[in-house]
């Protein structure tokens, strides 16, 4: 089975310009969330999709990022624009949701952004 | 509010135990996670518990106390390949919310 998929991988950009993420998750997960991880930290939850409504977005900073689950499956995340503390790993999850063993889940490998 | 307690950092030594303990306050409470994350990689979930009472799996187990609001996660055995951090995280209704994590170091 296919894990979920994000990418790009790396990402470098100056203060102010804008980066996007793009997320492709479990086949079947009717539930996906972007985390921010800031290093030393634990992941902190920016949206949360279910299937493509918006579960909760209450920490997204809403002035610069945006994210989409068009059709219920991949999704996007951008920050327009980039401030320097914006640099952290952007961690793409999937899970089953209510249908499914409730809430495990499952990561992909992280977009890494570095803002300078 | 919501907030999760977790040591930032634990040191035990190969073959030893170690026991990281995971405090919570959230609405809502519905479940406590144990994820795993090895440095520059994501999480690997390790356990789930949603009701009191100790949850084993090989050398790792895990614990939970809904009326103290408390968690842990016990390892066995250590070996170096545990050297990693672990995270703690409750499930708030839909939501999971992660602790900081502990990062743990394992000496030879």
């Known amino acids: 089975e ?4 994000q990418s790009p991988r790396y990402k470098i950009i100056e ?4 980066v996007a993420f793009w997320c492709n998750p479990i086949s079947g997960h009717a539930t996906l969330y972007w985390y921010q991880q800031i290093l030393g930290q634990g992941p902190k939850l920016l949206i949360q999709f279910q299937n493509n409504g918006v579960v909760d977005d209450s ?3 809403k002035d610069r990022f945006s994210a989409e689950r068009l059709k219920g499956v991949d999704s ?5 624009p980039a401030k320097l503390e914006d640099s952290a790993v952007y961690l ?6 209510d249908r499914g063993f409730p809430g495990e889940l499952f990561f992909g490998e992280g977009s890494r952004l570095t803002v300078l | 509010g919501q907030n999760i307690d977790q040591p930032t950092e634990m040191t035990a030594t190969e073959g030893a135990i170690v026991q990281i303990n995971c405090t919570y306050q959230t609405s809502g409470f519905n479940g406590l996670f144990w994820y795993q994350q090895h440095a520059g990689e994501a999480p690997t979930f390790l356990s789930y518990n949603v ?3 100790l949850e084993e799996k090989g050398r790792f187990s895990s614990f939970l106390s809904r009326s103290k609001g408390y968690s842990y996660l016990l390892l066995k055995e250590l070996q170096m390949k545990d050297s990693a951090s672990y995270l703690c995280a409750a499930r708030s209704a839909s ?9 743990l170091s394992i000496r030879p």
């Open chain 2, 95 to 103: 939501k999971i919310i992660f602790g900081s994590g502990t990062r």
């Open chain 1, 59 to 61: 920490q997204l900073p």
């Open chain 1, 2 to 5: 296919a894990g979920v998929a």
């Open chain 1, 92 to 97: 793409c999850a999937s899970s089953l949701g």
């Open chain 2, 51 to 53: 009701l009191d009472g």
């Open chain 1, 15 to 18: 203060k102010r310009q804008s």
């Open chain 1, 76 to 80: 996007t995340l951008k920050i327009q």
